[in-house]
């Protein structure tokens, strides 16, 4: 980042710090999933296909991130594990993962993880790609309709005791959940009514439901329901032998490498269980003894929540993860791709309508900055709750309407995205915490527009590099952002304040840029979008078709 006289406003960014307990879970819920498998027709009580696709995601997921070595998954839940060191200290925790769970109703996850230095809102955001570009494999004959997204919310684990009885109370909530709503499903296919079924099912017993499935409907809870409806699913890491190669003597070379596999267990807290699987006692710590129920008013004892200053502007802002390789593979065009920012754009917009609370952004490169209303209570200001969803949302979006900015280029692999919260007492700090990330925009297109420029005449990245450095970078002032957040937050007209003098070095970076390009003031003709960056925010317009004015996001 730059530097300029904006540059205070960082020391608003606090870091979150939890010390030991040392495993923590990250629960997570769909946002309002259950219209949004209304809307795609899963099938009821469980869709397999959904749960199949929520599978894959947590393979894609295990995948990607070597330290996550373990998943429990059932109807509206999955859970994962790490394998990081207990003695570190976990910071920006504020920056959670969030998966997606099985279900039919909703996407609700739970992230089991021991202390570690990786930021974890990545595992939410590629989750949340996954989700979106593996549709079309598991439900071919199907469009998705909308973007779906998630949120988290934490608990802490003392010891691997709770761990162990996190488990068993949620592996008896899938069981309680499914048991129930096998039966309401089938109340209702029969002909009742789902407010008869409901009352029929009123204040019955696990045995009482089981009588009713086998007497009715002549079904043998245990033996006919699919044990992934019944038991859920584990994702885990173990090792295996390979073959590598083979000596001159024909005998083969062996090496061991994790592999992903996926599976059922009637007590995946239970002892034989969890220690039979040499990587989850080795990695999370072993069970010493059985444990057959647990309080979830103990559990949530545990939960930590993080909540955000009230009467203060909150910033959210995320970046592209390994965004510079992404532009590599998918050959995005330097310095500037103009389809890459308006994707980026349009998602931002999308965020917009989605989150109503968010009354302005800015964004630039892979970077957007969503700031919310002082007043907001959006998930009452639940730090890892309000990241996650605006993430989550984005990746989502991003991932939707990649073909539509690139209808010529396949998406190689899904991006994901970082993100933190920031609060901001004033307005005054507000629009510097901008300015600081437009002298941003300005300095760093400038200078990578004379990098491109100089390896495209010819030069190597590294003499290009050379060439440029120490090169002072462009002061610039508050410029054009000031005025439209004091437009449409401070609801004051002022009037542009104009750049600060820009000094030698950076007008022999625009001297080179014209000797290069063979064009006078080559630089600042540069589009705005490159230069500036792209403001996000509402404008009321007029509606014909409504009786009331209407608002509108604009780019």
């Not at 990081?84 to 769970?101: G, M, N, P, T, W």
């Not at 002549?218 to 019944?230: A, T």
């Not at 010493?288 to 545990?302: A, C, R, V």
Request: hydrophobic share 35%.
């Amino acid at each position: 980042m730059a530097n300029s006289k904006y540059e205070y406003v960082k020391s608003f960014e606090v870091e979150d710090e939890i010390m030991l307990p040392n495993i923590i879970i990250v629960r997570v819920d769909g946002r309002d999933f259950r219209r949004f498998s209304e809307v795609h027709e899963f099938e009821k009580p469980n869709d397999k296909k959904a749960l199949e696709l929520l599978n894959e995601c947590a393979k894609a997921v295990l995948e990607q991130f070597p330290d996550i070595i373990f998943s429990y998954g059932f109807s509206d839940e999955y859970s994962f594990g790490t394998n990081e060191r207990v003695d570190l200290i976990f910071k920006e925790f504020s920056r959670q993962a969030s998966y997606v769970a099985e279900t039919s109703d909703k996407i609700s996850i739970s992230i089991i993880m021991l202390l570690m230095n990786q930021d974890t809102l990545l595992i939410v955001s590629f989750f949340t790609s996954c989700y979106v570009t593996k549709w079309k494999a598991l439900f071919p004959q199907k469009d998705l309709r909308y973007a779906p997204s998630l949120r988290s919310r934490v608990i802490c684990c003392a010891s691997v005791e709770v761990l162990q009885a996190y488990l068993v109370w949620r592996q008896y909530e899938c069981h309680l959940n499914n048991q129930y709503d096998t039966c309401l499903w089938k109340l209702i296919q029969s002909g009742k009514s789902q407010k008869e079924a409901e009352e029929i099912l009123k204040g019955s017993q696990k045995q009482d439901r089981n009588e009713l499935l086998y007497q009715c409907f002549n079904i043998n809870y245990k033996k006919d329901i699919p044990e992934i409806f019944r038991q859920g699913t584990c994702t885990l890491k173990t090792e295996v032998e390979d073959i590598v190669k083979y000596k001159d003597d024909g005998c083969p070379v062996k090496r061991l490498r994790r592999k992903v596999i996926t599976v059922h267990s009637e007590n995946i807290a239970s002892r034989r269980f969890w220690n039979d699987q040499l990587c989850l006692p080795k990695e999370l710590g072993p069970f010493t003894e059985d444990l057959n129920k647990t309080m979830p008013e103990y559990l949530k004892s545990f939960q930590y929540e993080n909540k955000l200053m009230p009467c203060t502007w909150i910033v959210i802002r995320i970046d592209g993860c390994h965004f510079h390789r992404f532009s590599e593979v998918h050959e995005f065009e330097k310095p500037n791709d103009a389809q890459a920012l308006n994707l980026m754009n349009s998602c931002a917009a999308g965020v917009l309508e989605e989150f109503r609370d968010i009354v302005f952004a800015y964004g630039v490169s892979d970077e957007y900055s969503f700031v919310l209303k002082k007043e907001s209570q959006l998930y009452r200001r639940h730090t890892s709750e309000i990241v996650s969803a605006v993430v989550s949302f984005f990746s989502s979006m991003y991932a939707m309407k990649w073909n539509e900015f690139f209808p010529h280029k396949e998406m190689k692999y899904p991006p994901y995205f970082d993100g933190r919260a920031v609060c901001y007492p004033s307005c005054e700090i507000l629009l510097d915490y901008l300015a600081w990330r437009q002298v941003d925009c300005h300095i760093n297109n400038q200078y990578n527009s004379c990098f491109w420029m100089l390896v495209k005449s010819g030069k190597s990245k590294s003499a290009a590099q050379q060439y440029l450095k120490g090169f002072c970078f462009l002061k610039l002032g508050d410029g054009v952002i000031r005025y439209k957040m004091a437009l449409w937050i401070l609801k004051e007209d002022i009037q542009d304040e104009p750049f600060e003098n820009e000094g030698t070095q950076a007008q022999e970076k625009n001297e080179l840029l014209d000797q290069l390009s063979g064009t006078i003031d080559y630089y600042n003709k540069l589009p705005l979008m490159f230069r500036q960056g792209s403001s996000v925010y509402w404008d009321k317009v007029i509606s014909f078709l409504l009786s009331h004015p209407t608002t509108k996001s604009i780019t």
